[in-house]
Every structure is written in structure tokens, then in C-alpha cells.
């Protein structure tokens, strides 16, 4: 089984609940990290997470001893912006959301908008508000379209489970009564980016995750190698829960290279 997973030549790599819990890294990463580096494998941290740019999550990760450009990371921010983009380029959205992706939306052209706006885009935030909500659900009865960056309910942190996007886009849906459409995963339109990316065969890459209802099912979806590690949200009884299950189970990432 370890021999299938290390004769694969890139891997996509979750990081909330897989590299790191908030600024505490994950036991075993070191080595994982260290193993991708030295066998010349491809590989990409793909997050969920919308709050930092890949060069926040560069220097993240240097702070907490690891060294990995910037080249390595895609957030669904870039995702989402890159989706608007082609959709409707030099469109103009309201934002709810961290620098990550409003660097992102910018990057690719979009500008912020909070009167008649094309979209109303949200993201994971710290600055979420009653009057935040309030605009971003009148724009959306006056025609603006609603975008999540990704579909999480809920979040690891150092201090437990918190708030995801999804959570904070649901009063939204609820009082609008319109249906977010969601980029990041489990949404293979991400996965194909990431594939694209490290520019190799599905048959020759693996994901990993901590999550079965996002990079589990996402892989699964396109047809992907699975490798769920239970250093995140999900444990062996919740995994038993789901309809499909993951090809391979590791304690933690540095499993995978022993």
C-alpha cells in the first residue's frame, strides 16, 4: 500500500487539519514535506480557505519551519476570482472576506462594487457583521449574484471547531431564498485546476485530506487517489458515516513516508 502511494508523482495537499491546526504544526508534516522535496514529487497545497494569499501562507509556513515557494498554493480565493473571471470578465462584486481574496478578485481584473455589484462574494472572515449581512442581502434582491468561495460549515483552529464560509453565507441564502454557488471544493471545477497545475495524470496523483464531505468526496469525484488523515476534523467513526470512504487512512501526513 505505502509503495502505491510513494510511487505517485504529485500529490494534492489540504491544509487546515493537515499541515497545521490555526499556528501549530501537525505532527509528521516536517517529514512529509521533506520526503516531497527530496523524491522531486509535484505538489500543491490546495485550501479552502480564502483568508490568505499564497504568499501569506508562504510565510506562514516559514514561520513555522518549513520552507516552500509560493508557487506550491491555491487557495479557493484564486479559484473563485479565476471562475468571476471567466464568467464575466471585469465584473464587479461586493465582498465579504479576508485580504486573500480580495487580492485575488483584483488579480484578475474585478473590482469592488457596493451599490449595484454583479456578485456578492463571501469568503472566511473575522469581520463578519449584522451590517455587513444587511448589504450584501439587499444587493442580492436587487439582482447581485451570490458566490461562496467554498463550502465549509465549519473550520479548525488551535482553540476547536469554528465558522466557515458556509455558515456565514446561510443567512444569506435563507432571507434571499437563492442558492450560493459554491467554488471551492468539493467542487471538481478546483480540482481540475490543481490538476492543471502540476500538470500530471489523475492516475498519477493522490489527494490529502482531513475532510470527507470536501477533499475526500472531491477526489473521489475526480477520480483521484484518496488519502484522508485523521489529524483534522474527521475520526474513524465519523468517516464509517459517509456513503463513500477514502482508498487509504494515516494517523497523520508523516504516515504516509515511514
Same mark, same amino acid.
Given at each position: 500500500?505505502?509503495?502505491?502511494?510513494?510511487?505517485?508523482?504529485?500529490?494534492?495537499?489540504?491544509?487546515?487539519?493537515?499541515?497545521?491546526?490555526?499556528?501549530?504544526?501537525?505532527?509528521?508534516?516536517?517529514?512529509?514535506?521533506?520526503?516531497?522535496?527530496?523524491?522531486?514529487?509535484?505538489?500543491?497545497?490546495?485550501?479552502?480557505?480564502?483568508?490568505?494569499?499564497?504568499?501569506?501562507?508562504?510565510?506562514?509556513?516559514?514561520?513555522?519551519?518549513?520552507?516552500?515557494?509560493?508557487?506550491?498554493?491555491?487557495?479557493?480565493?484564486?479559484?473563485?476570482?479565476?471562475?468571476?473571471?471567466?464568467?464575466?470578465?471585469?465584473?464587479?462584486?461586493?465582498?465579504?472576506?479576508?485580504?486573500?481574496?480580495?487580492?485575488? +478578485?483584483?488579480? &484578475? #481584473?474585478?473590482?469592488?462594487?457596493?451599490? /449595484? *455589484? @454583479?456578485?456578492?462574494?463571501?469568503? =472566511?472572515?473575522?469581520?463578519?457583521?449584522?451590517?455587513?449581512?444587511?448589504?450584501?442581502?439587499? +444587493?442580492?434582491? &436587487? #439582482?447581485?449574484?451570490?458566490?461562496?468561495? /467554498? *463550502? @465549509?460549515?465549519?473550520?479548525?483552529? =488551535?482553540?476547536?471547531?469554528?465558522?466557515?464560509?458556509?455558515?456565514?453565507?446561510?443567512?444569506?441564502?435563507?432571507?434571499?431564498?437563492?442558492?450560493?454557488?459554491?467554488?471551492?471544493?468539493?467542487?471538481?471545477?478546483?480540482?481540475?485546476?490543481?490538476?492543471?497545475?502540476?500538470?500530471?495524470?489523475?492516475?498519477?496523483?493522490?489527494?490529502?485530506?482531513?475532510?470527507?464531505?470536501?477533499?475526500?468526496?472531491?477526489?473521489?469525484?475526480?477520480?483521484?487517489?484518496?488519502?484522508?488523515?485523521?489529524?483534522?476534523?474527521?475520526?474513524?467513526?465519523?468517516?464509517?458515516?459517509?456513503?463513500?470512504?477514502?482508498?487509504?487512512?494515516?494517523?497523520?501526513?508523516?504516515?504516509?513516508?515511514?
Amino acid at each position: 500500500m505505502l509503495e502505491e502511494i510513494k510511487n505517485k508523482k504529485a500529490f494534492i495537499c489540504d491544509m487546515d487539519g493537515v499541515i497545521y491546526h490555526g499556528n501549530i504544526l501537525l505532527e509528521g508534516v516536517l517529514e512529509f514535506i521533506e520526503w516531497l522535496q527530496k523524491e522531486n514529487k509535484k505538489y500543491l497545497f490546495l485550501t479552502n480557505s480564502s483568508e490568505r494569499s499564497p504568499r501569506e501562507l508562504q510565510q506562514k509556513l516559514a514561520r513555522l519551519g518549513l520552507n516552500v515557494d509560493e508557487s506550491h498554493f491555491y487557495t479557493s480565493a484564486i479559484a473563485t476570482a479565476k471562475f468571476l473571471a471567466s464568467q464575466q470578465p471585469g465584473c464587479t462584486v461586493y465582498a465579504i472576506g479576508e485580504a486573500g481574496l480580495i487580492n485575488a +478578485l483584483y488579480q &484578475h #481584473g474585478i473590482t469592488m462594487n457596493d451599490v /449595484n *455589484p @454583479d456578485y456578492v462574494v463571501v469568503g =472566511e472572515t473575522r469581520t463578519y457583521s449584522y451590517e455587513k449581512l444587511e448589504k450584501a442581502v439587499q +444587493l442580492v434582491f &436587487h #439582482g447581485a449574484k451570490l458566490i461562496g468561495t /467554498n *463550502p @465549509d460549515l465549519t473550520g479548525p483552529s =488551535e482553540q476547536g471547531i469554528v465558522p466557515a464560509t458556509k455558515a456565514l453565507l446561510s443567512p444569506i441564502e435563507l432571507t434571499t431564498r437563492r442558492d450560493a454557488y459554491y467554488v471551492g471544493k468539493p467542487n471538481p471545477l478546483m480540482m481540475r485546476h490543481a490538476v492543471k497545475l502540476l500538470g500530471e495524470s489523475v492516475e498519477s496523483t493522490a489527494i490529502v485530506g482531513d475532510r470527507m464531505d470536501t477533499d475526500i468526496v472531491a477526489g473521489m469525484e475526480s477520480e483521484i487517489d484518496t488519502i484522508l488523515v485523521l489529524s483534522g476534523v474527521t475520526t474513524l467513526d465519523g468517516m464509517k458515516k459517509f456513503a463513500y470512504q477514502p482508498k487509504y487512512v494515516f494517523k497523520n501526513v508523516g504516515e504516509i513516508v515511514k
